[in-house]
């Protein structure tokens, strides 16, 4: 089948490339139609790219390769529940979760039944563990690796203002250098539920801290009725000691990356209640239904999509800056790097062959303002250029004392700086210059809620999903991720041997570290 360098539209977006590399950005932005153009709102967010060197025509290339490319068709694919994940066999269906009532969406009826029992098995175990008639829960301990845990923790951050009175403290354990006793060794067993979450149930750094949680809490009476399992693989749960009541369905078609749609997200669900989870789920279905039924032309996420293929394949960016300012949103860009880089950072197409254009970049930032006081010097001075994007609110009722008027004064500041510069310096100051030229995208939450933010995490999975389809490209896999797994599984099973010849079968440069390591350890 053909790839997207196979249609003369390529070599047509290659062509205009350098037409619109002559246009400076500060002079594209005083063209006032340009907001016409170049804004975009849905009911919860505002997109604003008009600071991108970008024209109608650059667009419209785009927008006619996306038609050859079969998007409509692989879009269609994937709301159908067809095996979009090739490598492995699988549907990719975490929207289901929180769209399976919208009839609009082609999606199988056994497909809309699991939804349905996966989010009514959670409300039953919260309603069990939070009823009025149990002591109150003061923690949660949750462990997990991956996407099992970056969405929980950027959850849990941004519904802050959501928690209900008295919310649980929940205290999240992934990398095996946390220091697990300090966290929780103090803390009451019978006020406690401990939340074990994998969905093969076979990840080794979550097996570990199930382990070591159990010796902490070895003499709790019971302590077993407060552990949760959330795996697609309850048998395995079942024989590390979970009791089958106690382990919630995890379906097979929700992808790691994507499962802050699912019982993953159970911690941050205690903390606010199912029915701020619920406005959450709600305003992720309203962009699955732009989506999946707006034209190409007016499609958002397939918009930003074709915007990140015409910077990294046109003007050869091979970075982008995500600055979210807003403090309930600055887990947001490790949230994104994940959920971007492991899906589309790959150079093999299904096509079977290997890609002859550029991929995934990488993404890579810090919050607002920090972000201003660490690299934003590169970016606006750098002899690189790498694209900004800011994520900031229109509205918030809760960010007291103006703080909000403060980031977004100066989220609007850098991003007009970068596109437009300065020339405050002379020629005795040139270091006061500032070029400008540089590519700023906006991004507004109109307003501070959970629909919003629920809106904002699901238009980043579909423009992830709409360049891995234009791309061709399985964004569903993550076979990259398990080499290194592999050789460490390896190494720490000969680690425990009592001679060192399993080093010899290395290279040189590895068997220096093992035996460096050795010597030291044994």
């Known amino acids: 089948m053909p790839v997207i360098t196979d249609f003369p539209e390529w070599e047509e977006l290659k062509k205009h490339v350098p037409v619109v590399s002559k246009n400076n950005i500060n002079k594209l932005i005083q ?55 090739t490598t492995e066999n699988r549907p990719a269906l975490h929207h289901a979760l929180r769209s399976y009532e919208n009839k609009t969406l082609p999606y199988p009826e056994n497909i809309r039944a699991e939804a349905r029992q996966s989010l009514a098995s959670i409300e039953t175990i919260y309603n069990r563990f939070c009823s009025t008639d149990n002591k109150k829960i003061t923690d949660v301990i949750f462990a997990g690796i991956g996407g099992s845990i970056t969405g929980p923790k950027f959850l ?13 403290a929940v205290h999240f354990l992934s990398s095996p250098v946390t220091d697990v006793k300090s966290i929780i060794e103090n803390l009451d067993p019978k006020t406690t539920i401990v939340i074990i979450a994998s969905k093969s149930f076979s990840s080794v750094e979550t097996i570990k801290w199930w382990s070591v949680i159990q010796n902490i809490f070895v003499n709790a ?77 007016k499609n958002i996420p397939l918009i930003f999509a074709l915007l990140d293929i015409w910077h990294s394949n046109g003007f050869e960016y091979s ?58 010097q590169l970016l606006h001075q750098g002899t690189g250029i790498h694209p900004a994007e800011f994520v900031g609110i229109l509205k918030d009722s809760f960010n007291s004392d103006h703080f909000n008027e403060m980031l977004v004064a100066n989220m609007i500041a850098q991003s007009t700086g970068l596109a437009c510069g300065s020339e405050t310096g002379d020629a005795d100051e040139p270091y006061r210059r500032f070029p400008g030229d540089r590519p700023a995208t906006v991004i507004f939450l109109k307003e501070y809620t ?7 995490l699901a238009f980043y999975e579909h ?56 010597r030291k350890n044994r």
């Open 319 to 376: 970075t982008r800056a995500l600055l979210p300012y807003h403090p309930g949103l600055s887990l947001l860009t490790e949230y994104v790097q994940q959920l971007e880089m492991e899906s589309n950072g790959k150079s093999f197409v299904i096509e079977n062959g290997i890609a002859n254009y550029k991929t995934s970049g990488i993404v890579w930032g810090l919050p607002g303002t920090d972000c201003q006081h660490s690299f934003m």
């Open 221 to 297: 009476p019971d302590f077993q009725k407060h552990c949760l399992a959330i795996t697609a693989a309850p048998q395995k749960a079942i024989d590390a000691g979970f009791p089958e009541e106690n382990i919630v369905h995890f379906p097979t078609w929700t992808g790691g990356r994507y499962s802050i749609w699912s019982a993953i997200s159970l911690p941050v669900i205690f903390q606010t209640g199912p029915e701020v989870f619920h406005k959450f789920l709600n305003g992720a279905a309203e962009m699955d239904h732009h989506f999946f039924t707006t034209e190409t032309s």
């Open 450 to 456: 959970p629909e919003a933010i629920g809106s904002l």
């Open 463 to 518: 423009r992830t999903f709409a360049e891995g389809a234009m791309l061709s490209i399985n964004s569903f896999d993550q076979w990259g991720v398990e080499l290194g797994k592999q050789l460490a599984v390896n190494i720490l099973d000969n680690l425990n041997t009592s001679n060192n010849d399993w080093i010899k079968s290395y290279d040189k440069s590895t068997q220096n570290l093992l035996q460096e390591f050795t």
């Open 31 to 85: 063209d006032p139609d340009r907001i016409n153009k170049f804004v975009f709102k849905t009911e919860r967010l505002l997109f604003d790219i008009t600071k991108n060197k970008i024209d109608s025509t650059a667009l419209d290339i785009l927008f006619r390769l996306a038609e050859k490319t079969g998007f409509n068709q692989k879009k269609q694919d994937f709301f159908s529940g067809k095996p979009v994940n």
């Open 156 to 168: 849990s951050n941004a519904l802050k203002p959501f928690f209900k009175e008295n919310a649980p």
